[in-house]
């Protein structure tokens, strides 16, 4: 009997159907010699500080350095704290049966580093010794999943991918760990988190909104002509810019005393513009946030949604690229387009000889390649999920489409000793363009089309403005650029040495950076305005006290990523980079346990139960600030959330003001004080009924 395991049921049910197994069990379907079963992501975690004997938050424990990690099944939150979840405890039940029952085991969970450590976590947890081989597929179509299961690899050639993994969790721990308890420490008011991507990134944002709100604009002045020639009129812009405006003035004087233009130079050249590359995961996502509006989360899922609707490739690629054996059924995914309304016409005028090949290259391919379509035509699709698929097939027609070419010309006309700068372009094949029939943005003072001008040649002058103008900051980040910006962090560097060595490192992957940010967002650090993404005031206090510390530190970050892809390539030992982290938490602990955090808080309190803590006051709970203590307040009573005035007078008082609008179990709206009783529960108190009037 061969087991098989998938990342999920869906995917699982999809496999099975291929091989046979169609008989249902109680979480695994089984049948022509195969038992199929499944994961529900990440069952298994790795334990926290409480499991190694450790006491949370406190000074002296801190760091945290466990010589072996242990696993533990995935947690949810309890009344008190976190219990093991029911669900996974039944699944890694049937999923040890299952594999006790075979012979090997065949690994199908998602073809990448963190598919990987899902199943080598639930293999090491179970403590199983079976034999696996690896089904490594870039689609979920039955050919794709046909083709895999007859070129199954050998398990022991993803052991550097789960070493890269492991490395990654690992990490991740101990950083994430020592940092938020270090810092909470420090701060003696309430959990702060901090993590090895997390906190770089809300640095990128902070630090932009900083120098936005801090820019200060300076005006500038230009010129603007307008004439014409041939009865085609046209504007062009000075190209000198005076900062002061007498100076611009009386450049307008004397071009207004001159009354005409001179054409001083004309140059025309044919320019040529290669199709963009084809989308990886990080590309996709900016895209659809410019385009679409959509967070890079909802992106992803919309992309995992549609690979596990056989409808797209495998999403969480970092690769812009396909190979040449891929690039062979490229025909036939462009063919089969023409039957899909949108893009039927063009995809009928592709020219299967002459494909462009810029995204082919077989060296440039990750573990998976760039985001196509499969051979599968979507049926039927939600809306944001067609708008997601027409993203990356209409990507795909643009890349292997001819080049778009333009005529551009320039002009320099002068008039009073001033020069004026004019560029027009006409396009000549529009090419990967007429695919969206999208039109480059113009720039300033760009005409659509300029008349045939000759040098020397003479125009009249129809008028001249003077244009006031001021210095732009830096906008504010959107996810389209916080993505480019994570994904580019060596770029940013001063250091050429540095820039050079990292300039292909950037933070997080493009599986992590959706839930980095999402991270951030949860975490009460930044919110949404808009498209743009603002810092709250908790994520500026956080970045004030971080930012100049080794916890922030981009190119260490990005050191550490470029040293995860040298682990999963065989090139650098896993235990000495888990020195190397080791190290660094222990420097960051040291760091941030020194450091003051001051956040502007409302309503505080003393203890009533211990008398050495403060109450703080989070969303959902109001609690002591001493570890130690086990007052906690929840501020959501019958369908009522307590405000922080109603929990100070509860502490203090012992008893609240009347409080009007709980509703009870059986719907009913009552009225009630609440108290706080000798062993610190809450409880009711109802006023009293007034006595019915004797008849």
């Keep these: 009997m061969i087991a098989l395991i998938a990342e999920k049921p869906s995917v699982a049910k999809d496999i099975a159907r291929i091989i046979g197994a169609t008989q249902r069990n109680d979480g695994y379907l089984s049948g022509n010699g195969y038992m199929v079963t499944w994961a529900f992501g990440h069952l298994i975690q790795l334990a926290m500080p409480e499991a190694y004997g450790v006491a949370n938050f406190r000074r002296e424990s801190l760091p945290i350095l466990p010589s072996d990690f242990r696993l533990i099944p995935r947690q949810v939150k309890a009344e008190k704290g976190y219990k093991a979840d029911p669900g996974v405890l039944k699944q890694l039940k049937v999923i040890k049966e299952v594999f006790d029952q075979c012979d090997r085991i065949i690994v199908a969970t998602d073809a990448g580093r963190e598919g990987e450590l899902i199943f080598r976590y639930i ?93 200060v604009p300076t005006k500038f002045w230009q010129l603007k002509a307008a004439t014409a020639s041939g009865g085609i009129g046209f504007t062009a812009q000075s190209t000198d810019k005076w900062e002061q405006q007498s100076d611009a003035i009386a450049a307008l004087q004397r071009v207004k005393d001159a009354g005409q233009l001179v054409v001083k130079s004309v140059e025309r050249k044919e320019t040529s513009q290669e199709p963009p590359l084809l989308y990886d995961l990080t590309t996709l996502q900016k895209e659809a946030n410019t385009k679409l509006d959509f967070s890079a989360d909802k992106t992803l899922s919309i992309a995992q949604s549609l690979y596990e609707k056989k409808v797209m490739s495998y999403p969480r690629t970092g690769s812009r690229y396909i190979s040449e054996d891929v690039f062979e059924e490229m025909p036939e995914r462009i063919a089969l387009l023409g039957k899909y309304p949108r893009f039927a ?214 050191m ?24 660094y938490a222990a420097q960051i602990t040291a760091e941030l346990l020194s450091v003051q955090l001051s956040i502007a808080g409302g309503e505080t309190c003393p203890c009533p139960k211990c008398g050495s803590g403060r109450i703080l006051f989070y969303p959902k709970v109001a609690k002591c600030s001493n570890v130690d203590c086990t007052l906690t307040i929840f501020r959501n009573k019958c369908d009522k959330k307590l405000t922080d005035k109603q929990v100070v007078e509860l502490v203090t008082k012992r008893k609240t003001e009347l409080i009007k609008g709980f509703k009870g179990k059986n719907g009913k709206v009552f009225d009630a004080s609440l108290v706080l009783d000798e062993q610190f529960n809450v409880a009711f108190s109802f006023p009293e009924k007034k006595g019915k009037p004797k008849k």
């Design 123 to 215: 293999f090491h947890y179970l403590n199983c010794r079976k034999p696996f081989v690896r089904l490594w597929i870039s689609s979920l179509t039955d050919k794709a999943i046909r083709e895999g299961m007859d070129n199954l690899q050998p398990g022991g050639h993803y052991d550097n991918l789960y070493l890269s993994a492991k490395s990654r969790s690992e990490a991740d721990w101990l950083i994430g760990i020592n940092a938020t308890q270090a810092l909470s420490v420090a701060a003696g008011q309430g959990v702060f988190s901090l993590g090895r991507v997390q906190t770089p990134t809300l640095v990128m944002i902070c630090s932009r909104f900083l120098e936005n709100r801090n820019f």
């Design 560 to 583: 550490w990523e470029t040293a995860l892809t040298k682990i999963e390539a065989g090139c650098m030992d896993a235990d000495t980079f888990r020195k190397g982290i080791e190290v």
């Design 345 to 558: 016409g063009y995809a009928a005028s592709l020219n299967s000889n002459t494909l462009n090949r810029r995204s082919v290259n077989d060296g440039k391919v990750t573990d998976h390649h760039a985001l196509i379509v499969t051979e599968n035509l979507p049926d039927e699709l939600f809306e944001d999920e067609r708008a997601v698929y027409e993203l990356v097939a209409g990507r795909m027609l643009e890349t292997f489409s001819d080049k778009c070419v333009k005529d551009v010309t320039t002009a320099v006309l002068s008039a009073g000793n001033t020069d004026f700068t004019v560029k027009g372009a006409i396009m000549k094949e529009a090419g990967w363009r007429a695919v969206f029939n999208e039109q480059e943005a113009g720039e300033d003072g760009e005409a659509a089309g300029l008349p045939q001008l000759q040098e020397g040649e003479t125009l009249s002058l129809s008028g001249v403005d003077l244009l006031e103008k001021q210095t732009k900051p830096k906008p504010l980040h959107t996810e389209s650029s916080l993505l480019a910006a994570m994904e580019n962090a060596g770029r940013e560097l001063e250091d050429a040495e540095l820039k050079a060595s990292l300039k292909d490192a950037g933070i997080g992957t493009p599986a992590t950076r959706a839930a980095i940010i999402e991270t951030l967002f949860a975490r009460q650090y930044i919110v949404r305005e808009k498209r743009n993404i603002i810092p709250t005031e908790k994520g500026l206090a956080v970045y004030r006290i971080v930012k100049d510390k080794k916890i922030a530190d981009v190119e260490m970050t990005g």
